[in-house]
């Protein structure tokens, strides 16, 4: 009896399974892509910077860089922007001494981790220091004359605000779009960046600025107009790394020194 019931076929009973052969697989799956996604099952979870690059929300730019993403919608979405307001104040306040002494190397700086949140308080800072001090040194140099003339210009908060919060953005913009026709790959967020901090300068010159000697005012808005420029040049200078463009690197100096005069001129006439 046993060895009756040992002759059977075991592929017709019930609940038994039969076993896949290397060649019973489906045609449709090569198989280097079944070993590849083998070896991906085995690697939990992705390390960080690999080719899978850790976890990202959706939409978000791979590495904190806005133009590796396939289309422009990133510039437009506000939330692309988050990672760059995550800084440290050390990192902040190094940058701010770069930006006064502009031989310290600042775009290599800010080439790994550019940040937004300097540069909007910068402006924030100067536009209100313009307006303020721009009232105050009215009044100092019209006490001379006839205090009974002055009167606190409000005006001076709106233009302030127009001016620096157009300058740093539509400035950079510009000049990201010029360089990039005339065949550079600049990153627009490093340009924010850097036109962000070149205006750190012009608050302690506005201080300054208060000084009632209109000869020791050109003076200060000639300086820090200089170095504000100088600051712009050598910066494009590391962001074209070797290529022709000084004509638009003067343009951008140029204008920068331009912005001096107008504060000089409008603010603190």
């Not at 190094?94 to 540069?119: A, C, E, Q, T």
């Not at 340009?191 to 962000?196: A, Y």
């Amino acid at each position: 009896m046993d060895e009756g019931y040992a002759n059977l076929p075991t592929s017709h009973l019930l609940g038994s399974v039969p076993a896949v052969m290397q060649d019973d697989r489906k045609p449709g799956i090569p198989a280097a892509q079944d070993a590849g996604a083998t070896s991906r099952l085995q690697e939990f979870p992705p390390a960080p910077g690999g080719n899978g690059g850790g976890y990202r929300p959706p939409g978000a730019p791979a590495d904190g860089d806005i133009e590796n993403q396939a289309n422009w919608k990133g510039y437009f979405n506000v939330a692309s922007y988050a990672p760059y307001f995550n800084v440290d104040t050390d990192v902040v306040v190094d940058r701010l001494i770069s930006s006064v002494y502009p031989m310290d190397g600042f775009y290599r700086k800010i080439d790994v981790n550019p940040d937004m949140y300097g540069p909007l308080w910068i402006t924030t800072t100067l536009v209100f220091m313009l307006a303020a001090f721009g009232n105050f040194a009215t009044y100092l140099m019209q006490k001379k004359k006839n205090p009974d003339m002055w009167n606190f210009d409000v005006g001076y908060f709106s233009w302030a605000a127009s001016v620096m919060y157009g300058y740093a953005i539509v400035v950079p913009a510009v000049f990201f779009f010029l360089f990039q026709y005339f065949g550079s790959r600049p990153n627009l967020v490093r340009f924010w960046c850097m036109w962000g901090y070149s205006l750190f300068v012009f608050i302690p010159a506005s201080v300054l600025l208060l000084i009632p000697v209109e000869f020791l005012r050109w003076v200060i808005i000639a300086l820090s107009g200089g170095a504000s420029s100088w600051f712009i040049v050598l910066n494009l200078k590391d962001c074209t790394q070797g290529a022709d463009m000084m004509v638009l690197i003067a343009s951008a100096a140029v204008l920068q020194f331009a912005l001096a005069l107008f504060i000089k001129v409008f603010f603190f006439a």
